[in-house]
């Protein structure tokens, strides 16, 4: 039995985040697929066990404090048309300009196959909260800025490391908000992004 109000709140938030192929013509600058993890490996993660492991981890904080922090600066185009962009207001959303100063991304290595994500112009790292919605977040050491990266085929998936037992990646819906983790499934166009050089390029 269906528990949608059938509102029309919903009815627009289900239209947003209708999947049906459509062709998106692919921007300039984008990069060699490369997994920037220090894995430097695909894992398969196709549906995620609801195993607490990862809620078992060391504290980031100390994980932080004795791995190096390796990071590459780009960007991530989403297969729904839009590149991911992280505001100073703390807003997670898409643009369509080529090259947004929001859209500048720091991706690090923080443990195997996992990953932190910063907007560098609004230093703020992207996380999810309990309800499964993106936003940018001021500290580094929550747990729930951390990402796990994985590459399928020629595209990248960021699964919510808090929230792989429940299998919510990052999304873009094909209006450009960012969408919520329990909407978003593997292989949805939402959650498949590719690199891009971070700045003009020749």
């Known amino acids: 039995m269906s528990t949608c109000c059938r509102c029309l709140c919903c009815r627009e938030e289900s239209s947003e985040d209708s999947d049906l192929e459509e062709e998106v013509q692919l921007p300039p600058g984008l990069l060699p ?5 220090k894995a430097q490996e695909t894992v398969p993660i196709h549906t995620p066990s609801a195993s607490r492991e990862c809620l078992l981890d060391p504290p980031l904080r100390e994980r932080l404090r004795r791995q190096p922090q390796l990071s590459v600066r780009k960007q991530l185009f ?3 048309g839009w590149t991911l962009a992280i505001h100073p207001d703390m807003a997670v959303r898409g643009t369509r300009e080529f090259y947004n100063i929001y859209a500048i991304l720091e991706v690090r290595a923080v443990g195997k196959a996992e990953v932190q994500i910063r907007g560098v112009d609004a230093g703020l790292f992207l996380a999810m909260n309990h309800k499964g919605k993106v936003y940018g977040e001021p500290n580094e050491l929550r747990e729930n800025t951390v990402w ?3 590459l399928s085929g020629a595209f990248f998936n960021y ?3 808090k929230n792989a037992h429940l299998g919510w990646y990052l999304g873009i819906k094909k209006s450009g908000k960012g969408k919520r983790g329990h909407k978003t499934e593997y292989g949805q166009r939402a959650v498949q992004f590719l690199p891009r050089h971070p700045y003009p390029i020749g």
């Open 33 to 37: 697929v490369q997994n920037e993890s």
């Open 159 to 161: 699964l919510h490391k």
């Open 78 to 80: 989403s297969m729904t």
């Open 148 to 150: 796990v990266e994985t």
